[in-house]
C-alpha cells in the first residue's frame, strides 16, 4: 500500500501565499516524479506542476512565475508554494506521485492523495 498525504490546503485572500505538502510513504522503491493537480467545479482535473527525480520541473502557463514547486527525494516529499494567489487557482489539489513499489515492478503506479481545497476569495 502506498499512501500520499496531503497539507496546507485552506482560504486565503486574493494575493495571498499558501503552501502545500505532501508525504508518500508506504512501500515504495523508488519515485519517479511528484507533482500537483487540481479541479475546479465543473473542470477536468489539470497539472500544476510536477518534479521529477533530478529536479527538473515543469509548470503550467498559468501558475509560472508563482507558485514554485520543490521535492525532498530522501523523505518522499513534495511541496507547493503558491503566491499571488487570485480566484482562478481555488479548487481542490491532488498530490500525485509516479512510483515503483518494488525493484522488479516493471509498470510504475500512479497514485494519488485524497485532495485539498483552496479557496481564494477575491
Known amino acids: 500500500q502506498v499512501q500520499l498525504a496531503e497539507s496546507g490546503g485552506g482560504l486565503v485572500q486574493a494575493g495571498g501565499s499558501l503552501r502545500l505538502a505532501c508525504a508518500a510513504s508506504g512501500s515504495i522503491f523508488s519515485i519517479n516524479s511528484m507533482g500537483w493537480y487540481r479541479q475546479a467545479p465543473g473542470k477536468q482535473r489539470e497539472l500544476v506542476a510536477s518534479?521529477?527525480?533530478?529536479?527538473?520541473?515543469n509548470y503550467a502557463d498559468s501558475v509560472r512565475g508563482r507558485f514554485t514547486i520543490s521535492r525532498d527525494n530522501a523523505k518522499n516529499t513534495v511541496h507547493l508554494q503558491m503566491n499571488s494567489l487570485n480566484a482562478e487557482d481555488t479548487a481542490v489539489y491532488y498530490c500525485n506521485a509516479v512510483l515503483r513499489r518494488t525493484w522488479f515492478d516493471t509498470t510504475p503506479l500512479d497514485a494519488w492523495g485524497q485532495g485539498t481545497q483552496v479557496t481564494v476569495s477575491s
Open positions: 518534479i521529477n527525480t533530478g529536479g527538473s520541473t
